[in-house]
């Protein structure tokens, strides 16, 4: 008999995890098995309420009938359809759909399978712009220290955090990053977005003198840094990179892979902060987390200085076997009723209040040393424990799940972004049984 035919079907150690401790892991594994609505069903058979939307995917809730619906009859009536030179009706549905809830402007739609890659189509649309309007020497890349987008080599080289960078070489050249918003010891505490700080984005103008504006490309942020703890923007600040893009001939491109499809009570962040970027990056929500797909959309003047030439050339030579897959255009349009028939994209400012005033009921408790909250996210900064950073936020994730929530941990910062159909109820029992959680941490 091989070996491979003695690996048991319920065997952990072939599937290598993604961002877990793998080890530990499978040696007390956590198992969700079922979902509904606002819980998992435990592989124990125990009911976890869902503090965090899945990763930050599922804003409609679980398994919403719609959305089930339209993904099995598409599976049965057009499972694939090539997606280079040939179409099919629901692609170009989906991305009207989307630009009829997008930002006045944000007119076409290129479609991925995750934000990963629509960090990289965002990165390569906004590099072959510029060259394509004969400004080829913009070639720098502007993330922002503390950034997350996604782990591509291009994700990673715009990001900002160490430990997904430091394992993978020379990542791409001509990337610089700006400071991050946080002020760690200060502000802390703050409802929502802080007073001051909106000069932190001045710092671009610092860049743009370093290299010059006609070296660069792009500048990419995520709107609220969620992956690296939810830091807030102070108010002003996306403004003010908005006005020295605009004014330098630079693209904006916000990364809206958490913060898009209503997680701050509206639409997009572009919509909450009055800001209209060139290029908007999403995933996760657009399909509510059930089949994977991102869409990455741009202004007719970006997609506009592409279409020249002769006709029968492909003007971007760029796209994916799964762009706009059939089952993921159907589970989009589904995705995109479900948000509209229950009031979902704008829900959130509806509970926002509330959800605030819930979390900064935290504030005193053990550890606690900062809260920080805008729309639907919401996250608890805990001291960590000397000489071991990371192990008393995880320890609360533990403890949580085992008290019957889902929260999430990035650092020894908790992080949480509940399904937007949340009821205050819930919320009460989300932060209730957390407060129980870090009440009895040590
Ligand atoms: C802002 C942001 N960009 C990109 C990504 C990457 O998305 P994915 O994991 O679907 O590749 C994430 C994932 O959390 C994200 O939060």
């Known amino acids: 008999m091989s070996s491979r035919q003695n690996v048991a079907p319920n065997d952990l150690s072939a599937f290598w995890m993604p ?77 009207n759909a989307l630009v009829n809830i997008a930002p006045e402007g944000m007119n076409h739609v290129l479609y991925t399978n995750s934000g990963s890659e629509s960090v990289e189509t965002a990165l390569k649309v ?61 502000n802390q505490f703050t409802r929502g977005e802080r007073e001051e700080g909106a000069d932190l984005a001045s710092e671009l103008e610092r860049i743009v003198t370093l290299h010059d504006a006609s070296t660069i490309a792009a500048v990419i942020v995520e709107p609220v840094a969620g992956s690296t703890g939810v830091l807030i923007p102070p108010k002003g600040y996306l403004q003010k990179l908005r006005e020295i893009t605009k004014k330098h001939g630079i693209l904006l491109i916000f990364d809206e892979v958490i913060t898009g499809f209503g997680r701050l009570g509206t639409p997009f962040a572009a919509d909450y902060f009055g800001v209209t970027p060139d290029i908007m990056i999403t995933a996760k929500g657009l399909t509510n987390g059930t089949i994977p797909m991102g869409a990455v959309l741009v202004t007719s003047e970006i997609h506009d200085a592409f279409m020249q030439g002769p006709e029968h050339m492909i003007e971007f030579m760029h796209g994916y076997t799964y762009s706009g897959n059939p089952v993921a255009s159907a589970a989009g349009l589904a995705t995109l009723e479900t948000y509209k028939d229950e009031g979902l994209l704008t829900r959130g400012a ?9 979390l900064h009921s935290l504030k005193g408790l053990p550890h606690v040393i900062d809260i920080r909250n805008l729309g639907l996210i919401g996250a608890v900064e805990l001291q960590p424990i000397d000489g071991a950073p990371t192990k008393r936020a995880f320890a609360a994730f533990v403890k949580a799940f085992e008290a019957g929530i889902l929260i999430r941990t990035t650092g020894d910062i908790i992080a949480m972004s509940p399904p937007l159909m949340i009821t205050k109820a819930q919320i009460d029992e989300l932060i209730g049984t957390l407060s129980t959680v870090l009440k009895g941490l040590e």
């Open 126 to 186: 906004a590099l072959a712009y510029h060259r394509v309007k004969g400004d080829g020497s913009r070639f720098r890349l502007i993330g922002r220290e503390r950034g997350y987008h996604g782990v591509n080599f291009g994700g990673i080289s715009v990001g900002g955090i160490v430990t997904n960078r430091k394992m993978f070489g020379t990542l791409l050249t001509g990337v610089d990053h700006m400071p991050h918003t946080h002020t760690p010891g200060k």
């Open 350 to 358: 509806e509970l926002a209040k509330y959800w605030e005033d819930a």
């Open 19 to 95: 961002f877990t401790a793998n080890r530990q892991f499978k040696k007390a594994p956590r198992m969700f098995v079922k979902a509904k609505d606002m819980h998992y069903t435990t592989s124990d058979g125990r009911q976890v309420l869902d503090g965090t939307a899945g990763l930050w995917c599922v804003n409609a809730g679980h398994c919403r009938p719609k959305i089930v619906e339209a993904i099995a009859e598409q599976a049965a009536e057009m499972d694939y359809a090539p997606a280079f030179q040939m179409g099919h009706p629901k692609a170009f549905e989906l991305a």
